[in-house]
């Protein structure tokens, strides 16, 4: 049973039980013919204000850490498998909590010797992972979008701990969010990503997949994705709908992500 079907199942099972489960003056940043440039800004990172925002994977430590450190390695031999480097985190709807997954992600990615890894916020709708992660809200993907900045002045060193990974935020939500995912100046973007940044694994943040048309038109794009349910939440109509939409992109697992108020607030499992 591949994952779509399996989290079928597990969101009928949760309808009645909850199941606790497992443009064409776009500048880049790489000169002609010369090596790819670190980001120029660095930032360290609170651990406080990640840790009130649920991002907890930044450090070894807590029960809700742990699960975020076997999604890493279950999606990392996936796409080491297939020599994947393009993560997509999405979900059928809203809220169902694909930011905190995909910072989580890259932070537990992060804490491992020689992987390099790179967080892109490309909800051009909904830009949060400036917030999550206590960023100033400067830069940002769509000024790269419109040529306005670099790559490399968009992108920032983000340091917690001993650990960092390469952060490009997004900044003011776009009422042209659709346009921008399909346009040309994207495609531009992620080939620059692809060759400036080509040793990391790059997990982006993207919108609900049913809200709109940016997924469906920036999937073909990504190697892979990662589905997050929430269970209660997504329904089995959400996720067959979201069958449709997949365009042959590999699901590299589904998260069925869920609030909970038991003590260990941290419920989901991989598929
Ligand atoms: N595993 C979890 N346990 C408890 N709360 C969670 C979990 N994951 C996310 N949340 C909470 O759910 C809310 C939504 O999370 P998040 O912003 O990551 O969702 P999202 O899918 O990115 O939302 P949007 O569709 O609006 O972008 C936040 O308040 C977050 O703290
Ligand atoms: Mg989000």
């Not at 399996?6 to 199941?19: D, F, K, M, V």
């Not at 346009?183 to 709109?212: G, Y």
């Amino acid at each position: 049973m591949d994952s779509i079907k399996q989290a079928i199942e597990l969101a009928r099972g949760a309808s009645t039980a909850p199941r606790q489960t497992a443009s064409a003056n776009f500048r880049t940043s790489l000169p002609q013919g010369g090596a790819p440039e670190a980001p120029v800004r660095d930032m360290r990172l609170d651990p406080n204000h990640l840790d009130a925002n649920r991002i907890v994977a930044h450090g070894a430590s807590g029960q809700s850490g742990r699960y975020y450190d076997m999604l890493r390695t279950q999606v990392l031999q996936e796409m080491d498998k297939n020599s994947w480097q393009f993560l997509a985190v999405t979900s059928p709807t809203a809220g169902c909590g694909k930011t905190v997954t995909a910072c989580n992600l890259a932070m537990s990615i992060a804490r491992l010797p020689e992987r390099p890894v790179m967080l892109v916020d490309l909800d051009l709708r909904k830009p949060t992972i400036a917030n999550y992660l206590g960023l100033d809200g400067t830069g940002g993907v769509l000024n790269v979008l419109e040529g306005r900045t670099s790559l490399s002045s968009a992108a920032l060193q983000a340091r917690v701990g001993p650990n960092s990974l390469v952060v490009l935020p997004g900044s003011v939500p776009s009422p042209n969010a659709s346009e921008w995912m399909a346009s040309q100046a994207m495609a531009m973007l992620l080939e620059a990503i692809k060759r400036d940044f080509r040793s990391r694994i790059v997990i982006f943040d993207l919108p609900p997949m049913l809200l709109a048309d940016d997924v469906i038109s920036i999937l073909p794009r990504m190697d892979a994705m990662l589905l997050i349910a929430g269970v209660g939440s997504t329904s089995v109509a959400d996720l067959k709908e979201c069958q449709k939409h997949l365009q042959g992109t590999p699901v590299a697992r589904v998260v069925v992500n869920k609030v909970t108020e038991t003590t260990d607030s941290y419920c989901y499992g991989y598929y």
